[in-house]
């Protein structure tokens, strides 16, 4: 299984990203995607999941500002972000998941970087 995420930069508080991460080697649209992300010092942590028949799940931290969605078709999901805080600063990574536990299965892939500068 191979997960690369994509999209990440520094941008300034209140702009908008658009994570993406492409799922190979694995069965995707049977599965729950879900995003994770690091920040320095910090253990890292469940942000936003989607389930197989779209069933989202965000923290509350993100909740109104961050959408996530999947392309089944060419697998990949998706981690749109909009008003972007400093505390958002981290590296993010993508990971199936099962929609009860939130907690990630399998293997992680190389995350991305995002730095949210004030």
């Known amino acids: 299984v191979q997960l690369q995420a994509s999209g990440g930069g520094l941008v300034q508080a209140g702009d908008s990203l658009t994570l993406s991460c492409a799922v190979s080697?694995?069965?995707?649209?049977?599965?729950?995607w879900a995003w994770f992300r690091q920040a320095p010092g910090k253990e890292r942590e469940f942000v936003a999941a989607?389930?197989?028949?779209?069933?989202?799940y965000y923290i509350d931290s993100v909740k109104g500002r961050f959408t996530i969605y999947r392309d089944n078709a060419k697998k990949t999901v998706y981690l749109q972000m909009n008003s972007l805080k400093p505390e958002d600063t981290a590296d993010y990574y993508c990971?199936?998941?099962?929609?009860?536990?939130?907690?990630?299965?399998?293997?992680w892939g190389q995350g991305t970087q995002v730095t949210v500068s004030s």
């Open positions: 990971a199936a998941t099962y929609m009860a536990t939130r907690k990630p299965v399998g293997s």
């Open positions: 080697g694995r069965a995707f649209s049977n599965y729950a």
């Open positions: 989607i389930g197989w028949s779209n069933t989202t």
